[in-house]
DNA sequence: CAAAAATGATAGTAATACTATCATAAATGA
DNA sequence: TCATTTATGATAGTATTACTATCATTTTTG
């Protein structure tokens, strides 16, 4: 058997579709890995061409841009987020079990058996954690938001705070929460591993289990 | 009576103090200005010597380049808030009281009579608010820190973690904490004028207000 | 198989992020 | 006060970045 998953982000992100072409799939696949390696300030798209052996120019016809590469590939990873937990609590009755399976999925981004073969979702991973603020931390904010390029953090926030509304329903701040507990987990990753001062992690090793568990504990008192 | 007030940063993060002479004041105050209304991207070296009729060269005099200027304002922000908190708390005994003191230095981060006249604290906050979370996602991270780059920011959450713990001596992860509320403060406040979706504020005039209320509403679930 | 679409190859440009050098002005200390 | 150090200005130059334009060559598609 065969499933390919394909999400269908926001057009006004490309130019043209990557998915729908090998140059395309070639362009996200490598952005993802150069971009995590050595940061996005210095990826380029001389560099990436260099790598995928095409040109500057090619990669222009996708993208007008790296910040909106950047964008995309954010966007992206929302809608992994948004799909691994509608996948994952589908079939579960107890919405506490839910909002677990949610912190599981911010934390550790990730499923056994990959249905997207040119996305490397850990180091994707890594890029949201690293840079993911940038993406949206832009003087255009406005404009890129009204034609929809946020859409996608929007929908997965709306899925999050329902989740949040059904385990307390009397909850005051659902939106507030499911963003702050998407941004929570991103920054606390990255605090454990780089500025250990600002977080309660003891051990530099598995410190993706521990902020699991301060995330979990968090939103017991919060929540019960 | 005059009374100046001076923060003494990390001496990695400049060549030259900034603090010392006529011209390293007029780079701080531009610089806030500026970064503040274009936005971090489109600042230059090259603008701000414009703005205040000096050269590149002598900007370079100061700081090695953009990103470590930024990283200083934010390390002075650090401070002010630090400063901000530990004055305002100093005669209050309850500790209650002055975790919302607290959280409105985070929001507000403003004062009466300010007591630099170089820095215009608002558009400070805005700036961190806008683009902090860049000075610090940064692929030289650990070089940075190793030299004592975020040392304010850790002073700061080490200040408010030992409030958390004066409110709930028993709480877990007093450090977890006070990272989050500072960067939930500065998340929120963003979210709630450019990205209302993510969180939960009515109406767009006022929003630091209920970005207010809502931190009470989380931290008094999370402490009492 | 012809036409259309995608990609490659190459060139060029304005702006950015610096570095270097020398001249002049300001501050300092004996 | 004057000599000397220090700070700043003026100017020039360079490698890299972030694109845009044009034309040739593949590849895809009806």
């Known amino acids: 058997m065969s499933v390919k998953l394909r999400f269908y982000l926001n057009e006004t992100l490309y130019i043209k579709d990557p998915q729908d072409s090998k140059l395309g799939r ?30 500057e120019a090619s990669l222009y016809r996708y993208f007008e841009n790296k910040h909106l590469l950047l964008l995309y590939l954010v966007n992206w990873y929302w809608e992994w987020v948004n799909y691994l937990i509608t996948l994952n609590t589908m079939n579960i009755r107890d919405a506490k079990k839910k909002l677990e399976i949610v912190i ?23 890029i949201v954690v690293f840079e993911g603020a940038k993406a949206y931390h ?9 034609v929809g390029m946020f859409k996608s953090y929007k929908d997965l926030i709306a899925v999050i705070s329902g989740i949040v509304l059904e385990v307390d329903p ?55």
Chains 1, 2 share one sequence.
């Open 26 to 55: 070639k362009i996200i696949q490598y952005s993802v890995e150069i971009i995590s390696q050595i940061g996005f300030e210095a990826f380029t798209f001389k560099k990436l061409a260099a790598e995928i052996h095409s040109t």
């Open 138 to 146: 832009t003087i255009d904010i406005e404009k890129e938001n009204s």
């Open 104 to 126: 599981r999925s911010l934390v550790f981004a990730s499923e056994d058996n990959s249905l997207v073969e040119f996305i490397n979702e850990s180091k994707l991973h890594r």
């Open 170 to 224: 009397d909850f005051k701040y659902p939106h507030a929460l499911a963003s702050s507990l998407f941004e929570m987990a991103n920054n606390q990753l990255f605090f454990a591993r780089y500025l250990p001062k600002l977080t309660d992690v003891s051990s530099k090793k598995n410190y993706d289990v521990e902020v699991e568990k301060i995330l979990n504990y968090f939103l017991n008192k919060l929540l019960f």
